[in-house]
């Protein structure tokens, strides 16, 4: 269910990939309600969800690595629900937002753009794999690039969206770094494998310095 959910808004991008880009009213209204519909199936997805069990719930895995024991792990506990809810809220404010873009051009641009972003979004909250759940996490400046090189309110939008590639790009290579280690270590990404692992307590102080340094990042 949850691979079918997060994948949802890239359908909804592909689907406007046959659509006519002059065709203005059609794109608009389109990315409204296929936003609202996923907002509305969160909804749904939220009120199934047990707050009494403290186990992650809604478990789906696809291996996807051959030579290891690496599984995309989709899963959701209290906290990725409120942040999956949150997020389909958002989306179709963000497309109501776009409505008046000047361009009729960018209109096509602004909406895949969001929708392409939600799904990713989505893909991370749900994510239990740290490589996937890295991949993931990068994948979002790419639509978030173009949002805002193209739709920033200044002149200076072009520099905006090149320092917030940088800037988040840099700030994660020691969470890459942090992954392979894992990887080394255990043999997986796994989150359900990484738990279960005793790592030295030098090992986990540098792990949280290392967060801290991405946090503050």
Known sequence: MLFLFCSLPAIGALLLFFVNKNNVSFIKNFSLVWTLLIF?????????????????????????????????????????????VLTTFLFPICILL???????????????????????????????????????????????????????SRERKIRASYLLFLYTLVSSIVMFVCILYLFVKIGSTNFFLIRLFQFDPTVEKLCWLAFFFIICG
Do not use: H
């Open 40 to 84: 509305n199936i969160s909804i749904v997805i939220c009120l199934a969800f047990d707050p009494f069990c403290l186990d992650f719930q809604f478990l789906e895995e696809l291996k996807w690595l051959t030579f290891s024991t690496n599984f995309v792990v989709l899963a959701v506990d209290g906290l990725s629900i409120v942040m999956i």
């Open 98 to 152: 776009g409505w008046t873009i000047p361009k009729q051009n960018q209109i096509w641009t602004y909406n895949v753009m969001f929708l392409i972003l939600e799904s990713i979004l989505l893909y991370v909250f749900c994510s239990l794999d740290l490589l996937m759940f890295y991949l993931l996490f990068e994948a979002i400046l790419i639509p978030m690039y173009f949002v805002v090189g193209i739709f920033g």
